[in-house]
T-cell receptor, first 115, second 114 residues
Framework: GAGVSQSPRYKVAKRGQDVALRCDPI?????LFWYQQALGQGPEFLTY????????KSGLPSDRFFAERPEGSVSTLKIQRTQQEDSAVYLC?????????????FGSGTQLSVL | AQSVAQPEDQVNVAEGNPLTVKCTYS??????LFWYVQYPNRGLQFLLK??????LVKGSYGFEAEFNKSQTSFHLKKPSALVSDSALYFC????????????FGSGTKLNVKP
């Protein structure tokens, strides 16, 4: 596709519910990132994939958060037993490779509201 | 630890006037600095990046940024603001020891009034 696509655009969940957020990166992009953006804040790193390998998950806030990219393209971020503090915009980004000068291409994000 | 700071939550400027959005950084090692812009309901878009040796960096939409090593700053500038420049601007630094990670500032809302 032309850009990074994320779905759903909005998600409302009841506390305790599981949610799955999808990211379709730009075709051919090796690197994929998930970021969490709280209201009024900058994005914060969650996890990183190089192709299908999850090389860094140091930013995941708890073991309720899980991400996968099984075939090295589409990625899913899953949050189990959602809590109110999980409410945020979840951004996916991809880049052509992992080079230091490579810029990130971001999706529009999924806004998660946990009631 | 790597970090960037954006001291202004909001910057107001009249259309046609020059604009500056401030960013200071704290990096151990070489700084890999970026500016991104976020329009409402849109993802972040790349504006420009700092490459070693070029203290004045030119980017998209007429924006430029000035790298100042002694002041550890990377301020975003534009000679003549447009109303359409109104958006949220983020400064970011890439961890020189772990290229997986970008650290973003808290963002500066730019308001350009006609």
């Amino acid at each position: 596709g032309a850009g990074v696509s994320q779905s759903p655009r909005y998600k409302v969940a009841k506390r305790g519910q599981d949610v799955a957020l999808r990211c379709d990166p730009i075709s051919g992009h090796v690197s994929l990132f998930w970021y969490q953006q709280a209201l009024g804040q900058g994005p914060e790193f969650l996890t990183y994939f190089q192709n299908e390998a999850q090389l860094d998950k140091s930013g995941l806030p708890s073991d309720r958060f899980f991400a996968e990219r099984p075939e090295g393209s589409v990625s899913t971020l899953k949050i189990q037993r959602t809590q109110q503090e999980d409410s945020a915009v979840y951004l996916c980004a991809s880049s052509l490779d992992e080079g230091r000068w490579e810029k990130l291409f971001f999706g529009s994000g999924t806004q998660l509201s946990v009631l | 630890a790597q970090s960037v700071a954006q001291p202004e939550d909001q910057v107001n400027v009249a259309e046609g006037n020059p604009l500056t959005v401030k960013c200071t950084y704290s990096v151990s090692g070489n700084p890999y600095l970026f500016w991104y812009v976020q329009y409402p309901n849109r993802g972040l878009q790349f504006l420009l990046k700092y490459i070693t040796g070029d203290n004045l960096v030119k980017g998209s939409y007429g924006f430029e940024a000035e790298f100042n090593k002694s002041q550890t700053s990377f301020h975003l500038k534009k000679p003549s603001a447009l109303v359409s420049d109104s958006a949220l601007y983020f400064c970011a630094v890439r961890d020189p020891y772990n290229f997986n990670k970008f650290y973003f500032g808290s963002g500066t809302k730019l308001n350009v009034k006609p």
